[in-house]
């Protein structure tokens, strides 16, 4: 059974920046196309990025677009999703995803089977 690991929330100030990490065990993360989603309170969960299993593609939701990337270390079996020029806006429950093969053009929850746990990112203003 694929697991997700995700470290690297927190606090932060507007403007600030802030890297997540998901560790992915129990498959073969070279296979694993991966997406970030977030939840803010009251809403329903969204797409923020997703890249290709080999790492070639990426996509971008349009509010997170110049100032999040994503990217996956197939060696360490971590994806990532370097967050900069954070606002308040930007403040949610952040979750990983993983799929099997994915070609990193998946937006919705469905779209994926493996979940991280969740982390909490604040952003101050």
């Known amino acids: 059974q694929v697991q997700l690991v995700e470290s690297g929330g927190g606090l932060v100030q507007a403007g600030g920046s802030l890297r997540h990490s998901c560790a992915v065990s129990?498959?073969?993360?070279?296979?694993?196309?991966m997406g970030w989603f977030r939840q803010r309170p009251g809403k329903e969960r969204e797409f923020v990025a997703a890249i290709s299993y080999g790492g070639g593609f990426t996509n971008y939701a349009s509010a997170v677009r110049g100032r999040f990337t994503i990217s996956k270390d197939n060696d360490k079996n971590t994806g990532y999703l370097q967050m900069n020029s954070l606002k308040p806006e930007d403040t949610a429950v952040y979750y990983c995803?993983?799929?099997?093969w994915g070609a990193g053009t998946g937006t919705l929850p469905s779209s994926y089977p493996f979940w991280g746990q969740g982390t909490q990112v604040t952003v101050s203003s």
């Open positions: 129990g498959g073969t993360f070279s296979k694993n196309g």
């Open positions: 995803a993983a799929d099997v």
